[in-house]
Each structure stands twice: as C-alpha cells, then as structure tokens.
C-alpha cells in the first residue's frame, strides 16, 4: 500500500465528509493505493457515525473509536501501530490542512528519501494573540532545546517513512514533538514543507494557550528524556556526589574552625552555615537516591496499557 492517511479527531463531525472526498479524490487522480484512518478519540457529536457511514462507502476508511477522550499523542500512537502504507500522513480533520500537498509529501518521502517531512504553515489563518504570536515563542524555544531547525512543530500535516511511525512511540502530549522522537531513534533526514492553511470552515479549535505551556513543560520532558533517559544515574548521580562533598567540607571546616582555630567562638549549631551544609548533604543524598531509583524503574519497566478501544472498522 503506498500511503496512510491519519486523522486524529474530536467532535468534527460536519467537516469528515467533506474531507473524506477531497483525499479520496486526491488518491484517485495520482492513483495510489490508500487507506484513510479515522481516530475518534471519544467525540461526543456524531463524528462516529459519519466514519462509519463512509466506510460502508469506500472500503479504504478504517476506523478506531476511543472509549473517552486520551489526547491526540495517543490517537496517533493507536494509528501508527496499525497503519500499512509506505508513506503515512497526518492530517488534521478540520480542513485547515489541504490534501493536494499529499503527492509532493509523498514524493519528498519516496523520491527524495527523507525520513520524515513537517508541515510549515508559513501563512496562518488563525488568531493572531491567540495562536501566532505564542506559537513563535515555542516555536523558537523547541529549536533551541531539540537542535531540530523546523519552523512549526504543532503542525498536524506531517509525512512519515513507515519504520519512524513504528519506532516512535508517542504519548502525553509529544505529538508535537515527533521529529524529535524521530530524530533520537536514529531518523535523521528530516524536511520541512511549506503547506497551504486555511481557516477552519465548521466546528471550534480544542488547543488554546494552554498548549504552550504544556508543550514547553514537554519539551523540557524530551530534552531530559533524550539526554538522561536511559541512565538517569549520571545525571542525578553526579548532582548528588557534587552537593554531598561541598556540604560535607563546609561542615569539615566548620569543625575544624571550632576545635583548632577558634575554639572561643560559637557552637556550631548557633551558626547559620552548619545549617546550608546539613541540608546541602541532604538534598544531595536525595538526588543520589533519584538516581538509583530511577535506575530501578527502568530495569523493571514494562510498557503498560494506556488507553482501551471500544471499537474497530475493518482492521
Ligand atoms: N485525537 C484527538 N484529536 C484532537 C483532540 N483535540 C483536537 N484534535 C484534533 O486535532 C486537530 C487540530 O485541532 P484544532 O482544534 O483544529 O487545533 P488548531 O488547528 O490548532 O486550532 C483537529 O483535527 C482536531 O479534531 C483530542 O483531544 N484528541
Ligand atoms: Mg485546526
């Protein structure tokens, strides 16, 4: 099969149809062989009986219905498990995202072998205060953080060689952050395109500002995840070992102070210092410990279930 077409939704029900045929059509015409998969994550509209009706229509859509509502990282973690095509595509369900950029997505992955190709909505048609200008605070904070130059990370039109959706394992909220993921499995020809946004034809946008400051909470996540991750010991470990011996001398001294050099001074507990140095080793004793810890999470990690599905169509 050459392409997946993923389409994580909430509560689109007036926009899917429309969309349905603008793809398939879109299919048709550069005649690739497809699937579109719809990922109702517990819409509570009538999205999934127009998945349902469409399916009956055109044996190419699937579907997945989520029993509640779990965030669009773990639609598109249920989706890419799934998925058959060559080259998968995410697309949002709303129209914003345009399918006639899907045969130069496609291309870009086929022809030009890149790995993975992020969508730039180089002209937005959104509110201004709202959405464009914190999007280009994060925007520049993910590129400093990640090493990644991509303009818009939030950009739900994304194009994937099949082995990066498999290998990548999405969740919380990382869907922005999938190149990065991409990137720390070892993925490295990553692409930006600019593509055509519109603004949103039906229905009302789930994301407000408060995806930036999760979105800048999760970066900091993948930044340490990336960097410490799988040996958190070194990073927690040293922390500790540094914090332990500079409280441990400072208290050395103030012993040393009070037997050898000053013996007429004050108790030590009647200084202030004795009390930075007790909890210094303290804090640095705990960060040890964190580190251990998190050593023994790891080993005994096992990948836990995260979200139940009520429902399949033609899976
Ligand atoms: N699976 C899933 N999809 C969602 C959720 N919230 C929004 N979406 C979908 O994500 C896409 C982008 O959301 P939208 O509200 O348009 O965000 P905006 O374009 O940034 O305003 C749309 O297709 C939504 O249906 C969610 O909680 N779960
Ligand atoms: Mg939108």
């Not at 994580?8 to 579109?36: G, T």
């Not at 990282?73 to 058959?84: E, R, T, Y």
């Not at 012993?255 to 210094?280: A, N, V």
């Amino acid at each position: 099969m050459d392409i997946s077409v993923v389409i994580p939704l909430l509560n689109e029900d007036e926009s899917l149809n429309e969309l349905h045929d603008w793809i398939a059509k879109v299919m048709q015409s550069n005649r690739y062989s497809y699937e579109i998969l719809f990922i109702d994550d517990g819409s509570t509209d009538n999205s999934w009986e127009v998945i349902e009706n469409l399916s009956k229509k055109n044996e190419n859509v699937k579907g997945i219905r989520f029993q509640k509502n779990y965030g669009k990282s773990q639609a598109l973690n249920a989706g890419f498990k799934v998925v058959k095509g060559n080259v998968v595509i995410t697309m949002d369900a709303d129209l914003q995202d345009s399918p006639d950029e899907i045969p130069e997505l496609y291309d870009l992955i086929v022809k030009e072998g890149y790995d993975l190709i992020s969508g730039w909505k180089k002209k937005r048609y959104d509110s201004k205060i709202r959405k464009n200008i914190p999007s280009k605070l994060f925007n520049a904070a993910a590129r400093k953080t990640s090493g990644l130059k991509l303009h818009d990370f939030n950009c739900g039109l994304k194009a994937y060689k099949n082995e990066v959706v498999k290998n990548v394992d999405v969740n919380g909220e990382m869907h922005r952050y999938i190149p990065v993921l991409a990137k720390n499995a070892g993925f490295n020809k990553i692409g930006e395109k600019v593509v055509i946004h519109q603004a949103r034809k039906y229905g009302v946008t789930k994301f407000g500002m408060d995806r930036f400051i999760n979105g800048f909470l999760d970066l900091i996540t993948i930044w340490f995840l990336s960097k410490f991750g799988k040996r958190p010991m070194h990073l927690f470990g040293l922390l500790g070992t540094l914090m332990f011996v500079i409280g441990f001398l400072f208290a050395f001294y103030l012993g040393i102070d009070k037997i050898f050099i000053h013996p007429e001074g004050r108790l030590i507990t009647q200084r202030p210092q004795f009390y930075i140095s007790l909890i210094t080793m303290v804090i640095g004793t705990q960060f040890f410990l964190a580190g251990f810890l998190g050593e023994i999470i790891l080993k005994s990690k096992t990948d836990s279930k995260r979200y139940s599905i009520s429902k399949n169509l033609n899976l």
